[in-house]
């Protein structure tokens, strides 16, 4: 029996928070009506827990969680028979005989959760400085509801605040989600499609290996103070099929970037494999009082080697007063600032990606007002 077109939205949304490693208690299951019927059980078998076919699947303790959570609702659906009544009444009437029989939890779930519960999974603070497969997704508005043309980036992330590594780095955050999703509109394609692109603080590399594989950037480079962090935004490149090679469609690199030190114009190329950005991104770099005289320094250095420089950064505004004062070190240096009034995503409306909206998100965009008279003043 095929599934009908509202089902397997709601089954596409729940498969995307899944891969993203959303709260079990956050994801958004369907009736169980709908959920304990036989086709919908191997849906979601085949595409959340059929190991033999899903590649980067989610850690196994999270595995276990969601497998857990689900086998409970279907346990509790299967001992209300006034539900079966109404789920027979869904089916066609040819059909209604068989599916009268089929009011069981599928074996093949059965037998995943019990091959999770003798897996030795580690505790759950183990688990959290654990490394694992992340999957964001990025749905095409104009699409059917198949999954095939989600655009996806699937990152290796430390899902701690603070990793074992002492870096806030190696997760990604709010800002570059909602960015990310700026970016795949029109507006936000316009901005990056054939533009030369650099990232500050990159972090997990998740924008900068959207914008290569999906956007037509011409070339982008994703820099990070952190050298671990540099080194993992390689590792991620290599998981979404990208490479820094002479053949690849969107050149790709990444390299360490100190905010405030200075960047020498003559050597650029030859240190960044590109001509200076004409765009240059920033997600959630405005965190801390105390960098943002550098990371203003560093933006003028860019403006220096391109006038016309568009800057677009994302910012979560957890402190108002810090985020201000970004705003008034870079007028003061003779930056324009432009808010973009990109408005997030309510929550029970967000089908891919996941982020919470509790806390501000503005996206905003930087350019030189008069770059031979810009004072140079903090």
Not at 54 to 81: C, F, G, N, W
Not at 249 to 276: C, H, N
Not at 334 to 341: K, T
Request: hydrophobic residues 40%; contains cysteine; negative net charge.
């Amino acid at each position: 029996m095929s599934i009908d077109p509202d089902t397997r939205s709601k089954l596409t949304t729940l498969r995307r928070q899944y891969f993203q490693l959303v709260e079990p208690a956050h994801l958004r299951w369907m009736d169980t009506v709908i959920l304990k019927a036989p086709n919908v059980q191997q849906w979601i078998y085949t595409n959340l827990f059929d190991s033999n076919k899903i590649t980067s699947s989610p850690p196994e303790r999270y595995q276990h969680r969601v497998l857990k959570a689900l086998i409970s609702k279907l346990e509790i659906a299967m001992d209300d028979p006034e539900e079966d009544v109404w789920m027979l009444f869904s089916y066609p009437i040819e059909l209604r005989s068989t599916a009268a029989n089929q009011t069981e939890i599928s074996d093949d779930l059965m037998s995943a959760l019990s091959s999770l519960f003798s897996a030795n999974l580690p505790s759950e603070s183990t688990s959290a400085q654990q490394k694992a497969f992340v999957t964001y997704a990025y749905p095409l508005r104009s699409s059917d509801d198949s999954t095939s043309d989600d655009r996806t980036v699937t990152l290796l992330e430390s899902r701690s605040v603070i990793s074992s590594a002492g870096t806030t780095g190696l997760r990604t955050w709010e800002a570059a989600l909602l960015l990310g999703a700026f970016l795949t509109s029109e507006t936000g394609r316009e901005l990056v499609h054939g533009k030369n692109v650099l990232e500050l603080g990159a972090g997990t590399g998740m924008i900068s290996i959207l914008c290569a594989k999906y956007l037509g950037v011409s070339g982008i480079v994703a820099t990070d103070g952190d050298e671990v962090v540099v080194d993992a935004i390689k590792t991620n490149i290599f998981l979404n099929g990208l490479d820094a090679d002479e053949s690849s469609q969107s050149r790709i690199r990444t390299a360490a970037l100190k905010w405030g030190w200075p960047i020498d114009a003559s050597s650029f190329v030859e240190d960044y494999g590109m001509e200076p950005p004409n765009v240059l991104l920033g997600a959630d770099v405005t965190y801390d009082k105390f960098v943002i005289p550098s990371l203003v320094s560093t933006l003028r250095e860019f403006f220096e080697l391109n006038s016309a420089l568009q800057v677009l950064i994302a910012a979560t505004i957890r402190n108002e007063q810090t985020f201000e004062t970004f705003q008034n070190v870079c007028r003061r240096n003779g930056f324009s600032l432009e808010d973009m009034d990109v408005q997030p995503v309510p929550e029970q409306l967000q089908d891919g990606p996941f982020y919470p909206t509790s806390t501000p998100i503005q996206i905003w965009r930087i350019t030189r007002r008069h770059p031979s008279q810009a004072p140079f003043a903090f």
